[in-house]
């Protein structure tokens, strides 16, 4: 496809339970981010990968908190034992890694995490 | 603790009207970033700034970057209804990478016709 893609779009999951999220990023982007996006705190950093190394892990918020990244393409973001603080749309983005400082990021459009 | 601090956080216009949303931080940032954000979907760059004090305009879009690098502003003439949207601003401080963005508070703007 053209842009980033998430999935699922939404996620309902009720609380204890892990949960799995998915981003492909665009086709060539070397550079694959990721973001959570909730009502109470805005947009934050979650962790950077450059190919499939992760030089940036310090937004992850607990150790509940995993992402890998294989073949330099997709990435999963893992959430072991969901907690209600966990709901939130998590975002995916990519560029294409040149490091510039105007290499823009394209965004995906979320998936929304909601934990009962 | 938020690094980015935007105001207003809502604003509701009618069609022709001018808005300035402002973008304030205490740290000094590499670059600044404006994004636009509508229901569903993720935020799409409109402007990156990268030189204190350098204006950069869009069609009806007008951005400023501090000479300080602290803050950043932007202006839009004539609002449209489909300026409608989540408004963020986004930088990368100096001692965090570029990679690392900070993402402001968010101004939610209604246009009506």
Redesign the interface.
Known sequence: GAG?SQSPSNKVTEKGKDVELRCDPISGHT?L?W?RQSLGQ????LI?F?GNSA??K??LPSDRFSAERTGGSVSTLTIQRTQQEDSAVY?C?SSLGVGL??????????TRLTVL | T?LLEQSPQFLSIQEGENLTVYCNSSSVF??LQWYRQEP??????LV?V?TGGEVKKLKRLTFQFGDARKDSSLHITAAQPGDTGLY?C?G?RLDT??????????TRLLVSP
């Open positions: 980033v550079a981010y973001y805005g947009l934050e950093f950077y450059q030089p940036d310090s937004g975002l983005a400082r105007t290499d823009t990021q394209y965004f995906g459009p979320g | 938020q590499s670059s569903g979907e993720g935020p799409v760059l990156t990268v963020l986004a990368d990478g570029f990679q690392k963005l900070v993402f402001g508070t968010g």
